[in-house]
């Protein structure tokens, strides 16, 4: 069997699949998406270039380039780390049939490579290479700057198929990061400006792509033997036992069932993948604010500062809350049979959102650096994420009947039918509405009056909780059954 017989399979299996016209759209408006991207991604490139040139004329622009390039390799590390699966292919029925096992593995090594971080140097580094070209640099040596780096991209895309799931590797490139901005700033040694030495002496002696290209075919080697040793039932494929951890948050005991729901929870998040992978997200969250607060064009703009600020505190409520009752769906049914009442359920979801936002509030202070008047577009956005938000990502949580896999990694772009038009409205308000709540006291009363109205929509949120979830329950309650066929279908 060819590796193209089995791209027609996968076709094929796409269109017999149920409701495949849904999924159909759905990959339809995910791929606008991604062209929109890559269409950014292919402008941002040239004008990199030429505003580095234009900033810096007495340095060398593709230096600085390379620079910043040792930073993008260690990012793109992370992303794979966390969000990087390997290619879904039926491997459990395929093993059962005779066909080689060396066949499977390259289909599976090689549509590894379509996965959207390896087209970033086709669409980030190939349209320097060719200003480069244009502004006189040899054919040559721009090509081989960019084989180069499509080498080095790829040669990631087999390293994170061997350490998959190591948090040494995660540990080592976090190490790795901070003490390559430790020594920028504060030694004479530069990790970037010595990156971009190796690679400026990679591109001047094209015989090097030699060993670049020796370095990847070893690396698919590599991760061909990695998994082949793995390749059985028994042993590769099969479930291992994993050692539980013991979380017994005993002091939750005393809030009779709700401490119940918080205890199994909290257990759900530290316990698994993909929660954690989402608290993850949601830490990453915390630092969103100094893409806007350190630069002063955005200072004076009260509408990004309230959408940055919301942003900091909600990351949790974000990924976690628009997913409820989607994180118990392995259970969901069984969960319904119990003696419990769909208030209860959500007053345990608000409550861990609540205390997660206040918990990002404490660990957000050292935005208390660009002032105070920042720091209250963060307590307000604070607030109102606990009084409004939380109620807002609960109920679009309704609509959300993608049963999810709680050892699983998310991958990007990966899941057609985590797309949701329903979800993509509810955005709306949950962005738009806290910066219409200040921009109207903002615009008739000034910012005082702005802080005052976003953070008492908030305080009254808090105060109506009673009624508010009665109602959310009342939609959970009213689709219950609609839910419960959507996690049996998926």
């Known amino acids: 069997m060819t590796i193209l017989k089995f791209w027609q399979l996968e076709f094929k299996a796409f269109f017999r699949a149920p409701q495949w016209e849904v999924a159909a759209i759905a990959k339809i408006f995910i791929g606008l998406m991604v062209l929109f991207m890559f269409m950014y991604l292919v402008a941002l490139g040239p004008g990199i270039y030429y505003i580095l040139k234009k900033m810096f004329p007495n340095h060398s622009t593709i230096d600085l380039i390379n620079q910043g390039v040792f930073f993008l390799f260690l990012i793109e590390c992370v992303a794979r780390f966390f969000f990087q699966q390997p290619p879904s292919t039926h491997i459990q029925s395929w093993i059962l049939l005779p066909i080689k096992k060396r066949t499977l593995l390259n289909n599976l090594l090689l549509r590894s490579l379509l996965s959207p971080y390896n087209f970033t140097p086709w669409l980030l580094y190939l349209p320097v290479a060719v200003v480069r070209v244009i502004e006189g640099t040899f054919w040559t040596t721009s090509g ?84 082949r040793a793995r390749f059985y039932l028994d042993l590769g494929l099969a479930k291992k036992p994993e050692k539980v ?31 954690k992978q989402d608290l993850l997200v949601s830490f990453m969250f915390l630092f969103y604010g100094l893409l806007f607060f350190s630069m002063e064009m955005y200072n004076t ?18 990924t976690y809350g628009q997913k409820v009752p989607s994180w118990d769906s392995e259970y969901y049914a069984l969960l319904m049979t119990q003696n419990l009442t769909y208030r209860e359920y959500l007053d345990s979801k608000w409550w861990l959102m609540v205390v997660f936002v206040m918990i990002s509030l404490i660990v957000s202070t050292f935005y208390l650096f660009f002032g105070w008047n920042i720091f209250l577009y963060v307590v307000s956005g604070a607030l109102y994420n606990m009084g409004i938000g939380c109620y807002i990502n609960l109920y679009s949580g309704a609509y959300y009947h993608l049963p999810i896999k709680l050892n699983v990694k998310a991958g990007a772009f990966a899941n057609s039918k985590a797309f949701s038009l329903t979800q993509l409205l509810f955005t709306i308000p949950k962005l738009g509405l806290p910066v219409l709540i200040f921009f109207m006291a903002d615009f008739f009363m000034g910012e005082s009056a702005g802080f005052l109205a976003l953070s008492a929509s908030g305080i009254l949120g808090m105060v109506t909780k009673k009624y508010v979830l009665n109602h959310i329950a009342k939609i959970y309650s009213h689709r219950k059954y609609k839910t419960i066929e959507a996690f049996l279908k998926n």
């Open 144 to 227: 081989t700057w960019f084989i180069h780096l499509l080498c080095i991209t790829l040669i990631l895309n087999y390293l994170i198929l061997l350490v998959n799931k190591s948090n040494r590797f995660f540990i080592s490139i976090l190490i790795l990061t901070v003490l390559g901005v430790g020594l920028e700033f504060y030694t004479d040694f530069s990790l970037t400006k010595t990156f971009a030495r190796g690679i400026e002496w990679l591109e001047q002696n094209p015989i090097s792509l030699l060993v670049t290209s020796a370095i990847l075919f070893l690396m698919y080697k590599l991760a061909y033997q990695y998994l």
């Open 245 to 275: 951890r013991q979380l017994g948050f005993a002091f939750l005991g005393g809030y009779g069932r709700l401490g119940a729901f918080l205890k199994n929870d909290l257990r759900l998040l530290f316990r698994n993948t993909r929660p």
């Open 301 to 318: 703009n009260s509408i990004i500062l309230v959408f940055a600020s919301v942003m900091i505190t909600g990351g949790f409520s974000f």
